[in-house]
Protein backbone atom coordinates (compact mmCIF):
# COMPACT_ATOMS: atom_id res chain seq x y z
CA UNK A 1 0.00 0.00 0.00
CA UNK A 2 1.22 3.52 -1.22
CA UNK A 3 2.41 5.69 2.45
CA UNK A 4 2.52 9.16 2.27
CA UNK A 5 5.07 10.95 5.21
CA UNK A 6 5.45 14.76 5.19
CA UNK A 7 6.82 17.02 7.86
CA UNK A 8 6.33 20.73 7.54
CA UNK A 9 7.77 23.06 10.10
CA UNK A 10 5.57 26.07 11.96
CA UNK A 11 5.81 28.72 14.18
CA UNK A 12 2.52 28.46 16.33
CA UNK A 13 2.25 27.21 19.67
CA UNK A 14 1.04 23.39 20.15
CA UNK A 15 -3.35 24.78 20.88
CA UNK A 16 -3.04 26.74 17.84
CA UNK A 17 -1.45 24.33 15.85
CA UNK A 18 -4.38 21.72 17.18
CA UNK A 19 -6.80 24.45 16.15
CA UNK A 20 -5.80 24.75 12.71
CA UNK A 21 -5.71 20.75 12.46
CA UNK A 22 -9.35 20.69 13.92
CA UNK A 23 -10.88 23.02 11.51
CA UNK A 24 -9.02 20.91 8.22
CA UNK A 25 -10.31 18.04 9.86
CA UNK A 26 -14.12 19.11 9.94
CA UNK A 27 -13.56 20.14 6.74
CA UNK A 28 -12.22 16.31 5.61
CA UNK A 29 -15.47 14.74 7.50
CA UNK A 30 -17.95 17.26 5.47
CA UNK A 31 -15.88 16.45 2.22
CA UNK A 32 -14.95 12.90 2.75
CA UNK A 33 -16.84 11.30 5.64
CA UNK A 34 -13.23 10.64 7.19
CA UNK A 35 -13.97 9.81 10.80
CA UNK A 36 -11.11 11.17 13.27
CA UNK A 37 -10.25 11.87 17.02
CA UNK A 38 -7.35 12.80 19.12
CA UNK A 39 -5.02 10.92 20.95
CA UNK A 40 -2.59 13.15 22.69
CA UNK A 41 -1.30 15.89 19.96
CA UNK A 42 -1.99 13.26 17.23
CA UNK A 43 -4.98 13.53 15.07
CA UNK A 44 -5.83 9.75 13.92
CA UNK A 45 -8.17 9.51 10.73
CA UNK A 46 -9.83 7.19 8.72
CA UNK A 47 -12.11 6.31 6.21
CA UNK A 48 -12.82 3.34 3.73
CA UNK A 49 -9.65 3.72 1.63
CA UNK A 50 -7.28 5.55 3.71
CA UNK A 51 -5.90 5.51 7.57
CA UNK A 52 -3.14 7.73 8.90
CA UNK A 53 -2.47 10.42 11.63
CA UNK A 54 -2.10 14.08 11.91
CA UNK A 55 0.91 14.86 15.06
CA UNK A 56 1.17 18.17 16.30
CA UNK A 57 4.65 18.87 17.73
CA UNK A 58 5.98 22.23 19.10
CA UNK A 59 7.79 22.97 15.84
CA UNK A 60 6.35 20.90 13.40
CA UNK A 61 3.43 19.15 11.37
CA UNK A 62 3.64 15.55 10.36
CA UNK A 63 0.97 14.04 8.20
CA UNK A 64 1.47 10.35 7.32
CA UNK A 65 -1.28 8.40 5.30
CA UNK A 66 -2.04 4.92 4.10
CA UNK A 67 -3.57 4.98 1.11
CA UNK A 68 -5.58 1.08 -0.34
CA UNK A 69 -5.86 0.11 -3.36
CA UNK A 70 -8.35 2.42 -5.15
CA UNK A 71 -6.79 5.23 -3.61
CA UNK A 72 -2.96 3.86 -4.66
CA UNK A 73 -3.18 5.84 -8.26
CA UNK A 74 -4.10 9.05 -6.67
CA UNK A 75 -1.46 9.34 -4.80
CA UNK A 76 0.19 12.05 -6.23
CA UNK A 77 -2.72 14.25 -6.17
CA UNK A 78 -3.62 13.51 -2.58
CA UNK A 79 0.18 14.38 -1.31
CA UNK A 80 0.05 17.40 -3.95
CA UNK A 81 -3.36 18.12 -1.82
CA UNK A 82 -2.01 17.75 1.30
CA UNK A 83 1.12 19.87 0.95
CA UNK A 84 -1.04 22.69 -0.30
CA UNK A 85 -3.38 22.50 2.60
CA UNK A 86 -0.51 22.39 5.05
CA UNK A 87 1.40 25.98 2.86
CA UNK A 88 -1.69 27.46 3.04
CA UNK A 89 -2.59 26.84 6.95
CA UNK A 90 1.59 26.53 8.58
CA UNK A 91 3.58 28.85 5.81
Do not use: C, N, Y
Not at 3 to 23: C, F, G, T
Not at 64 to 87: C, F, S, T
Amino acid sequence: MPKIDIRRPHQLSIAEARAVVDQVAARMREKFGMDGRWQDDTLLFSRPGVSGSIAVGSDAIQVKAELGLMLAPLKGMVEQEIRRKLDEHFT
